[in-house]
């Protein structure tokens, strides 16, 4: 995740650079509700969403990672109600997925 290049160079264009190119700061925020499936009724279904201490584990394992190779990482308070403000630069939404 570290070395994808969201970033702009201006003389290069689009796409040239990642975080660690340009000294970005990482903000790890857990979603799990993310999982919700809405294809029968109206009601989200959250079941195949990880327990919360399996996805504690596994999210602070993300954090471990990203602090090793790219230094301190904030993070939101898992399983909590957060207000996040952020500011999209762009009309790009992108799904990462592991194999």
Same mark, same amino acid.
């Given at each position: 995740? +570290? ?5 702009? !160079? !201006?003389? /290069? ?5 990642? $975080?660690?190119? $340009?000294?970005?700061? $990482? +903000?790890?925020?857990? =979603?799990? %509700?993310?999982? &919700?499936? %809405? ?15 399996? &996805?504690? *584990?596994?999210?602070?394992?993300? @954090? /471990? *990672?990203? =602090?090793?190779?790219? #230094?301190? @990482?904030?993070?939101?308070?898992? #399983? !909590?109600?957060? =207000? @996040?403000?952020? =500011?999209?630069?762009?009309? @790009? %939404? $992108?799904? +990462? !997925?592991?194999?």
């Amino acid at each position: 995740m +570290l070395r994808l290049r969201f970033w702009s !160079e !201006e003389a /290069e264009g689009p796409w040239k650079k990642n $975080i660690k190119d $340009i000294g970005g700061g $990482i +903000l790890a925020v857990s =979603q799990f %509700t993310l999982l &919700a499936r %809405t294809d029968k009724g109206s009601k989200p279904d959250f079941h195949q969403a990880m327990s919360g201490p399996d &996805a504690l *584990l596994l999210f602070d394992y993300f @954090v /471990e *990672l990203l =602090q090793k190779d790219h #230094g301190p @990482v904030a993070t939101g308070a898992f #399983g !909590e109600y957060m =207000q @996040v403000d952020i =500011q999209n630069d762009g009309p @790009v %939404t $992108i799904i +990462l !997925e592991a194999s």
